[in-house]
């Protein structure tokens, strides 16, 4: 058996948490491969909705097996927080939720490295979700991080030396670190649940669950215009969030990757700074924030909101390697009159259709229009019943992308999605 690979093609937020509980039943293993608390993966049934950073979508669906990859960046005290909450509804986690030993540890002093790095950019903010994502991977590349295994293992002593590495750094920023107490008194407290899991090496567990045949779906955070390699540097998050990063993040085989699903929103968002060439400013994007309901699930900030990018989402299919798309968030275009698509860029007065090394304001969207369906479809259960104007919609994208759109999703809800023939 291969492991599938479900992951974002725009900047995130695209709807994977909702697919991944859609698709699990099928699965035995669902593994997150890299990122951390900055994802926020909302998922909704029977009239409960939840959020989840850390943990893996593929919770809720009966007794399968949640792992948390060696790619993923653990924050304990967060971490604490969301099993807590998920103990509360009732979803019990010790069984069936493993973590990588290879897992990295997000330090209370990595959150204070990242507003204060974040702070010295002045005008050049990343936009960061605040979370010490960009100084635990940088950390765990310059080989001073510390890892989930370390917890069992002399780790006081691991601990305050990367902690008086970080404070010095701090100190010559002349930061704020008043609030680092209260952050490491929930930390260690995170550290004491975080005990209460079984640490594995997780290659191990995955590469053994290839062999015996097991279905393995594998979890990616972020989107592909996010990836630190190419995304758009350096508005990116610290990881790979590319199909690659699936191998890096658990530890299989390129060979052992079977489907690659990209998802994507019918328009586009974005959330933090950086280029996005299709961003609208007008009532068309306030629009889509509000039926859309574009606001950050971690942060709360309101997302950036355009139409949909086929440059962009050629070259995510590109290096993603994806076999099936699934369309998110139709729903939102229902009432839309029009509903316009970027076919390429123009750029110093030449049409461009490869996504290019720098965005700038330079770039121009260069769209085509078509008819928007103008029907209610969040009720609808099966593709027979899609209207004309979207049957072209979905046609038209998968003309330009060149890859199926195997499924289609109408509304928030495990319900609202329809697998197409
Ligand atoms: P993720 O990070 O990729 O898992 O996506 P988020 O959970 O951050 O953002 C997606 C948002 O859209 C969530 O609030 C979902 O509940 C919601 N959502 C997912 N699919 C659909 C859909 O088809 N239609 C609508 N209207 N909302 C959706
Ligand atoms: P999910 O998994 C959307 C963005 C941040 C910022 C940049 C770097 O829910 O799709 P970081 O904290 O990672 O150093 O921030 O990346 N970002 C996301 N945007 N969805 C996410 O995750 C994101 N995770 C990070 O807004 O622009
Ligand atoms: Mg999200």
């Not at 968030?329 to 229902?334: F, H, Y």
């Amino acid at each position: 058996m291969k492991v599938d690979v479900l992951l974002g093609l725009q900047w995130g937020d695209e709807g994977k948490g909702k697919i991944v509980d859609v698709l699990t039943p099928k699965y035995e293993v669902v593994a997150r491969f890299q990122g951390g608390p900055n994802a926020g993966h909302t998922l909704e049934f029977e009239g409960k909705k939840y959020v989840l950073r850390s943990v893996p979508s593929g919770i809720f669906q009966g007794n399968k097996i949640n792992i948390i990859g060696n790619g993923v960046v653990l924050d304990p005290a967060l971490f604490k927080g969301e099993i807590e909450s998920l103990e509360a509804s009732g979803h019990e986690l010790t069984k069936r939720l493993l973590i990588s030993k290879k897992a990295h540890l997000i330090l209370p002093t990595h959150r204070l490295l990242d507003a204060c790095y974040e702070a010295a950019k002045g005008d050049s903010k990343i936009g960061t979700t605040g979370k010490g994502i960009g100084p635990t991977y940088t950390d765990k590349i310059s080989r001073n991080g510390l890892r989930v295994g370390d917890i069992l293992h002399r780790f006081d002593e691991k601990y305050n030396a990367a902690k008086s590495k970080h404070l010095r750094i701090l100190e010559q920023y002349g930061y704020d670190i008043s609030a680092l107490a209260e952050i490491e008194k929930e930390w260690f407290e995170g550290i004491a649940k975080l005990k209460e899991f079984t640490f594995i090496d997780s290659e191990h567990y995955i590469n053994k669950a290839i062999k015996e045949d097991k279905m393995i779906l594998a979890e990616g955070a972020q989107g592909t215009m996010l990836d630190i390699d190419f995304g758009s540097y350096p508005f990116v998050t610290s990881s790979n969030t590319i199909a690659a990063g699936a191998c890096t993040g658990l530890g299989i085989a390129p060979k052992e990757v079977g489907e690659v699903f990209g998802i994507f929103k019918a328009y586009c968002t974005r959330v933090g700074s950086g280029p996005f060439p299709t961003e609208l400013f007008d009532e068309v994007g306030d629009k889509l924030r509000k039926f859309g309901f574009e606001f950050g699930s971690v942060t709360g900030r309101p997302r950036r909101c355009g139409w949909i990018d086929l440059v962009a989402l050629r070259y995510a299919i590109m290096v993603d390697g994806v076999t099936q798309l699934i369309m998110m968030k139709s729903d939102v275009l229902d009432t839309f009159e029009t509903i316009k698509a970027c076919v390429a860029y123009e750029i110093d007065g030449e049409r461009v259709t490869e996504f290019p090394f720098e965005i700038d304001d330079n770039i121009k969207p260069i769209y085509i229009e078509m008819k928007g369906w103008q029907t209610d479809m969040t009720k609808m259960r099966n593709e027979e019943e899609f209207p004309q104007e979207f049957n072209d919609y979905v046609s038209f994208l998968e003309a330009e992308l060149g890859v199926p759109i195997k499924i289609v999703s109408t509304g928030p809800d495990r319900d609202q999605t329809i697998v197409r023939k």
